[in-house]
T-cell receptor, first 111, second 113 residues
Framework: QKEVEQDPGPLSVPEGAIVSLNCTYSNSAFQYFMWYRQYSRKGPELLMY????GNKEDGRFTAQVDKSSKYISLFIRDSQPSDSATYLC???????????FGRGTSLIVHP | DAMVIQNPRYQVTQFGKPVTLSCSQTLNHNVMYWYQQKSSQAPKLLFHYYDKDFNNEADTPDNFQSRRPNTSFCFLDIRSPGLGDAAMYLC????????????FGPGTRLTVT
């Protein structure tokens, strides 16, 4: 079992849909959680990070962490074609600056 | 704007011909990382530096080496590229204290012919 599991997709949704992207993890030491967006042939771009359970909102994006279930989510409201990209989750234990990445979920938002 | 810069963006090399990829940062971050990413895969950590302290992952091939001559610059050397080394190479930085998020450069896409 990998430390971080992420469904590679692709996930195809119509414009305006609410998108839910998820990762599960097995290492209970993970305390810091990040989401990256990666457009084709570009480097990953940090979207959001959080170090606690609960929700964190930034514009159309909401990151949710459930440590009891070892499950994190990224919600995208009012999805746009420009959101089409691969979304990578990453997580670190306290004191470790080496994150563990999921393999990414490919999202396609069609007009 | 503070950023991570990688050069070149695209590199074509011949089988066995050494190549050097460069990374620079204006974020003044302590930690610099080199990742290899192949299609539809998670980035794979090759090396990282905390200041000048060098760390390579146990499964990083000997064919790969790295240098960090100062805080701002880091280089990835591939001594004898094979076809399997064709990939996107990503440089990233992080502060390295109690802040864990990484900032990535645009990547260098390496093609081996």
């Amino acid at each position: 079992q990998k430390e971080v599991e992420q469904d590679p997709g692709p996930l195809s949704v119509p414009e305006g849909a609410i998108v839910s992207l998820n990762c599960t993890y097995s290492n209970s030491a993970f305390q810091y959680f990040m989401w990256y967006r990666q457009y084709s042939r570009k480097g990953p771009e940090l979207l959001m990070y959080t170090y606690s359970s609960g929700n964190k909102e930034d514009g159309r994006f909401t990151a949710q962490v459930d440590k009891s279930s070892k499950y994190i989510s990224l919600f995208i409201r009012d999805s746009q074609p420009s959101d089409s990209a691969t979304y990578l989750c990453a997580m670190s234990a306290w004191g470790s600056y080496i994150p563990t990445f999921g393999r990414g979920t490919s999202l396609i938002v069609h007009p | 704007d503070a950023m991570v810069i990688q050069n070149p963006r695209y590199q074509v090399t011949q089988f066995g011909k050494p190549v050097t990829l460069s990374c620079s940062q204006t974020l003044n971050h302590n930690v610099m990382y080199w990742y290899q990413q192949k299609s539809s895969q998670a980035p794979k950590l090759l090396f990282h530096y905390y200041d000048k302290d060098f760390n390579n992952e146990a499964d990083t091939p000997d064919n790969f080496q790295s240098r960090r001559p100062n805080t701002s610059f880091c280089f990835l050397d591939i001594r004898s590229p094979g076809l399997g080394d064709a990939a996107m190479y990503l440089c990233a930085t992080s502060r390295g204290d109690d802040s864990y998020e990484q900032y990535f450069g645009p990547g260098t896409r390496l093609t081996v012919t």
